[in-house]
Structures are given as structure tokens and as C-alpha cells.
Nanobody, 124 residues
Framework: QLQLVESGGGLVQPGGSMRLSCAASGFPLDYYSIGWFRQAPGKEREGVSCISYSDSYTNYADSVKGRFTISRDNAKNTVYLQMNSLKPEDTAVYYC?????????????????WGQGTQVTVSS
């Protein structure tokens, strides 16, 4: 059974950093493009970042460019989202998702497999 499990969320002060992990089981991640999405209370789910299965293409939402970095370690079957210079508006539940297409996109409807999410709260 294909599963994605996010971890690494929690409470961080504004300006701080946090690294989220998305661990896959039941399938090799290196055949999938992975996206990170987030959903804040009362808001729609939005794409944050994605990485293609080839690892040569990444994409970021304008709101996180220059602050977030996505990477993957296929040997560990894990994708990471390094988040720096965090802002209160980054507060949300963060989800990772997987799909088998070559160039990743930030559209949630294109992804087939989803994790359960991890809460990120940026507050002083």
C-alpha cells in the first residue's frame, strides 16, 4: 500500500527555520514527482513547492521563493522541505503528495497520493 507520512512540524518563532520530511512507503519515490501543499484555516489548499522525479526541476510558489527549498533523498525514500525566514502567514497544515508525471506542478488536483499532514505554527 502506498503511504506518505509527513513529520517535522511544530511551533516556531517568526524568522525561524523548520524542516519538514515526507517519507514514502510501499513504493520507490524516485519514480514520482512530489509536491508540498498547505492549508490554513478558512483558506483553500495551495501549492508550496514541488520536485520532479528526475530531481532536475523544482517549482515554488511566489510567496515562498527564496525562503523554502525542496530536496529529495531517494536512498531514504524521503523528500524534504527546508523552510527559512518563517512568517506568521506560513502557519498551516502542510501536506506532501505524489504523482507519476515528469514535470511537477503546483496543482493539487494532479496528485494521486497524499499524506495526513503536519501542523506548522509560526508565532511569537
Amino acid at each position: 500500500q502506498l503511504q506518505l507520512v509527513e513529520s517535522g512540524g511544530g511551533l516556531v518563532q517568526p524568522g525561524g527555520s523548520m524542516r519538514l520530511s515526507c517519507a514514502a512507503s510501499g513504493f520507490p519515490l524516485d519514480y514520482y514527482s512530489i509536491g508540498w501543499f498547505r492549508q490554513a484555516p478558512g483558506k483553500e489548499r495551495e501549492g508550496v513547492s514541488c520536485i520532479s522525479y528526475s530531481d532536475s526541476y523544482t517549482n515554488y510558489a511566489d510567496s515562498v521563493k527564496g525562503r523554502f527549498t525542496i530536496s529529495r533523498d531517494n536512498a531514504k525514500n524521503t523528500v524534504y522541505l527546508q523552510m527559512n525566514s518563517l512568517k506568521p502567514e506560513d502557519t498551516a497544515v502542510y501536506y506532501c503528495a505524489a504523482a507519476r508525471f515528469r514535470l511537477c506542478v503546483l496543482s493539487s488536483s494532479r496528485y494521486d497520493y497524499w499524506g495526513q499532514g503536519t501542523q506548522v505554527t509560526v508565532s511569537s
